[in-house]
T-cell receptor, first 113, second 114 residues
Framework: EPEVTQTPSHQVTQMGQEVILRCVPI?????FYWYRQILGQKVEFLVS????????KSEIFDDQFSVERPDGSNFTLKIRSTKLEDSAMYFC???????????FGEGSRLTVL | AQSVTQPDIHITVSEGASLELRCNYS??????LFWYVQSPGQGLQLLLK??????LVQGIKGFEAEFKRSQSSFNLRKPSVHWSDAAEYFC????????????FGGGTRVLVKP
């Protein structure tokens, strides 16, 4: 069964460092998303991406965040200068139809020290 | 703006007993409704979805959910829980007006007693 894969599964970084989280969405999907879940809290929308551009972003997704689909298969989330409060589980998701039926990866846990 | 409320943060149920998880949403039109399950350390797995039509939808792992427009609810049920159902369950809503992005409820953690 096709699945969304994410790397790394866990990354520890120092505050102020740049982090890139990688995702390989399901191959025929057209809509891509990043969500995050701070420990013990709800899953929050960060950004959606369609047709090679951001279609929507939340207030969390400030100038420190960026997304890219560099090669037609990967979908990356970059945090330029990490803060302590960026520590969370980051989930990538993709969708074929854009109806909200998302397929999630297993997440990348980011720990900022 | 669309929102989702899951009133129960924790539910403990005995193995073999029935389970019902509550979900209420706030949105003007009929949204798309989903239930996801997250096992410890795992990603989010889609249990079931409602787009339109029959208001009682069947999902995987023996779960079902009923859409009640009058109550703005989409409660999840299972007649007889198994120890492997211990997990966190998230109700979510999406709509075309909101760009089809998912908005999640706060989740309900289910503990299963032997």
């Amino acid at each position: 069964e096709p699945e969304v894969t994410q790397t790394p599964s866990h990354q520890v970084t120092q505050m102020g460092q740049e982090v890139i989280l990688r995702c390989v969405p399901i191959s025929n999907h057209l809509y891509f998303y990043w969500y995050r879940q701070i420990l013990g809290q709800k899953v929050e929308f960060l950004v959606s991406f369609y047709n090679n551009e951001i279609s929507e972003k939340s207030e969390i997704f400030d100038d420190q965040f960026s997304v890219e689909r560099p090669d037609g298969s990967n979908f990356t989330l970059k945090i330029r200068s990490t803060k302590l409060e960026d520590s969370a589980m980051y989930f990538c998701a993709s969708s074929a139809l854009g109806t909200g039926e998302l397929f999630f990866g297993e997440g990348s846990r980011l720990t900022v020290l | 703006a669309q929102s989702v409320t899951q009133p129960d943060i924790h539910i403990t149920v005995s193995e073999g007993a029935s389970l019902e998880l509550r979900c209420n949403y706030s949105y003007g039109a009929t949204p798309y409704l989903f239930w996801y399950v997250q096992s410890p350390g795992q990603g989010l797995q889609l249990l079931l979805k409602y787009f339109s039509g029959d208001t009682l939808v069947q999902g995987i792992k023996g779960f079902e959910a009923e859409f009640k427009r009058s109550q703005s609810s989409f409660n999840l049920r299972k007649p007889s829980v198994h120890w492997s159902d211990a997990a966190e369950y998230f109700c979510a809503v999406a709509s075309k007006a909101a760009g089809n992005k998912l908005t999640f409820g706060g989740g309900t953690r289910v503990l299963v007693k032997p």
